[in-house]
Antibody, heavy 117, light 106 residues
Framework: EAQLVESGGGLVQPGGSLRLSCAAS????????MTWVRQAPGKGLEWVAT????????LYLDSVKGRFSISRDNAKNSLYLQMNSLRAEDTAVYYC??????????WGQGALVTVSS | IQMTQSPSAMSASVGDRVTITCRAS??????LAWFQQKPGKVPKRLIY???NLEGGVPSRFSGSGSGTEFTLTISSLQPEDFATYYC?????????FGGGTKVEMK
């Protein structure tokens, strides 16, 4: 069964950094567009970043441009989100997700990121 | 491209026909999906490519629309359908979710 598993969430102080990972299994990760989506407590879903299958193109939400960086390692079937200069408003559950437009669509269980002093 | 979803909340009864609309700020071709989320759970895709039903999703769910206006319809609301619904456009240089529609029991 296809699976995405996030890791790396936790508590970080404002201005700090955190790196999320998403491990994929049982589907062709190297052919998949991959996306990070977040959900602040009690709020709706918010798209954060997307990366093409070969990693050549990266798309970002305006409010995270210059602070967050999405990347992937197809040899390791892994997706990453490097988050720098974190702010309180970045507090959310972060989900990785694959391929919104095809049958190979999956979500991870989410990783909680809390930015607080 | 921004997505305006309406209504933001609604009260309905079992058996009701429910319609949720998303309007895009510009044309998004068929890059439109619908998701259902229950409290504390991971979002679940219901519809992709405007009108393609996800495997295992009941046929009471349907999607339609084109250009900039899209609709999710639940033909006969069931108890397990009380949840929050989101549209997502994934066309162009940015993606965007609608603000969500919370379907509550009347």
């Amino acid at each position: 069964e296809a699976q995405l598993v996030e890791s790396g969430g936790g508590l970080v102080q404002p201005g700090g950094s955190l790196r999320l990972s998403c491990a994929a299994s049982a589907f062709t990760f190297s052919n998949s567009w991959m996306t990070w989506v977040r959900q602040a407590p009690g709020k709706g879903l918010e798209w954060v970043a997307t990366i093409t299958p070969d990693g050549s193109e990266k798309l970002y939400l305006d409010s995270v441009k210059g602070r967050f960086s999405i990347s992937r390692d197809n040899a390791k079937n892994s997706l990453y989100l490097q988050m720098n200069s974190l702010r309180a408003e970045d507090t959310a559950v972060y989900y990785c997700a694959s391929q919104f437009s095809s049958s190979s669509h999956y979500w991870g269980q989410g990783a909680l990121v809390t930015v607080s002093s | 491209i921004q997505m305006t979803q309406s209504p933001s909340a609604m009260s309905a009864s079992v058996g009701d026909r429910v319609t949720i609309t998303c309007r895009a700020s510009q044309g998004i071709h068929n890059y439109l999906a619908w998701f259902q989320q229950k409290p504390g759970k991971v979002p679940k895709r219901l519809i992709y490519g405007v009108s393609n039903l996800e495997g295992g999703v009941p046929s009471r769910f349907s999607g339609s629309g084109s250009g900039t206006e899209f609709t999710l319809t639940i033909s006969s609301l069931q108890p397990e359908d009380f949840a929050t619904y989101y549209c997502l456009q994934h066309h162009g240089d940015t993606l965007a979710f609608g603000g969500g529609t919370k379907v509550e029991m009347k």
